[in-house]
Nanobody, 123 residues
Framework: VQLQASGGGLVQAGGSLRLSCAIS????????MAWFRQAPGEERQFVSS????????YYADSVKGRFTISTDNTRYTVYLQMNNLKPEDTAVYYC?????????????????WGQGTQVTVSS
């Protein structure tokens, strides 16, 4: 199973970006999908997730009301729409997947990881 993340970039504070993450090589099951981020010198932290059914979604408090997680019809591509971006959102964003997962925020729950995409928000 491989995850390919894309969509990062440089944006001014208040701007928007949409990240994408596509699963390949494992399309015979359904996955919980999540986004984590890691700023320089900090631990990787949870941002948002969706359980394998797509019915349950979680957000970190720091992004509630600004970020939205979604999938396409196949459920093998997940998006993170990020609005009203702040400088503190600057980080490398990673997507992660867990086969038939519950979408929890625990980093250890996820078996598959994308390569990360850099998001930089200037003030």
């Amino acid at each position: 199973v491989q995850l390919q993340a894309s969509g990062g970039g440089l944006v001014q504070a208040g701007g928007s970006l949409r990240l994408s993450c596509a699963i390949s090589g494992g399309t015979d099951g359904k996955y919980a999908m999540a986004w984590f981020r890691q700023a320089p010198g900090e631990e990787r932290q949870f941002v948002s997730s969706m359980d394998w059914t797509g019915d349950t979604i979680y957000y970190a408090d720091s992004v509630k009301g600004r970020f939205t997680i979604s999938t396409d019809n196949t459920r093998y591509t997940v998006y993170l729409q990020m609005n009203n971006l702040k400088p503190e959102d600057t980080a490398v964003y990673y997507c992660a997947a867990e086969l038939y997962g519950r979408g929890w925020s625990n980093i250890d729950k996820y078996d598959f990881w994308g390569q990360g995409t850099q998001v930089t928000v200037s003030s």
